[in-house]
């Protein structure tokens, strides 16, 4: 398939998509100009809902290029569906962290609380990141777990999607990733280890990520700090790509 095909299918994909999952959208309102905080993070929630439907339907469009047409695609239009699937995750990622900061912002972030082994919480944040990123070989970075049996309280699928969040960043810069969770005192730390140039070096984009990451784990009562120091100082041990500590975040504990 060349790329003018590819470039067909990907039109007719998300045609077929938009012309049979049509999503209504909000009645439309007199525009004005926001004039306080809570006006600019409504602004911002409603942007964010606005963007999403036609970013839903390219993204199912390129899932159903992906699944029926990769395996007879050439190198480089296979290489631009890749690029074209990772664009938009980057975007839907952003969206989803724009209105996840809006909420918070707005003390209308919902959070289920529950109780359970810290290990469930890691398993579920590496489900969603290969889901997320099933086919490029870019994002299949080595992740080292070190967690030990205890219990934690939180929003699993919120921290999970700190956890994929953070993977995802390091693995930008590096192919290995380490995750270390333990019990201290009423806390429990999660440290993630690697190359922290992703996060030394950030954009604008990246900064509104680590931004919902934080907004998330301090609903939880927790803190959370980036690049916080050299691996020799975090006590933990490692070598090679794994040597800086660079993030670190705490839950609570049930005890």
Do not use: W
Not at 71 to 87: T, V, W, Y
Not at 122 to 150: K, M, V
Request: glycine share 6%; aromatic share 2%; net charge negative.
């Amino acid at each position: 398939m060349n790329q003018k095909s590819l470039r067909r299918a990907i039109i007719d994909a998300v045609t077929h998509i938009n012309t049979n999952h049509p999503e209504p959208g909000p009645e439309p309102s007199p525009a004005r100009a926001p004039n306080t905080e809570s006006d600019i993070e409504r602004e911002l929630d409603d942007m964010a809902h606005a963007l999403r439907s036609p970013l839903t339907a390219l993204q199912g469009g390129l899932d159903l290029l992906n699944d029926t047409a990769r395996d007879g695609l050439d190198e480089i239009p296979r290489r631009a569906l890749d690029l074209a699937l990772s664009a938009t995750r980057r975007l839907t990622t952003l969206i989803d962290d724009t209105l996840l900061l809006a909420r918070h912002r707005a003390g209308r972030l919902e959070l289920v609380f529950e109780v359970g082994p810290a290990r469930d919480v890691i398993d579920e944040a590496l489900r969603l990141y290969r889901s997320q990123n099933p086919h490029d070989e870019r994002h299949n970075p080595e992740i080292d777990i070190h967690c030990t049996d205890f219990e934690v309280v939180a929003d699993t699928e919120r921290v999970a999607t700190v956890i994929c969040r953070l993977i995802a960043l390091v693995a930008q810069a590096s192919g290995r990733v380490q995750i270390t969770v333990s019990p201290r005192g009423d806390v429990a730390v999660f440290e993630l280890l690697g190359d922290a140039s992703a996060v030394t070096k950030r954009s604008r984009g990246t900064e509104t990520i680590l931004s919902a990451c934080r907004a998330v784990i301090e609903e939880h009562g927790g803190t959370f700090s980036i690049n916080p120091g050299r691996l020799e100082e975090s006590g933990v041990s490692g070598d090679g790509a794994a040597s800086e500590l660079v993030a670190r975040f705490t839950l609570l504990t049930p005890g």
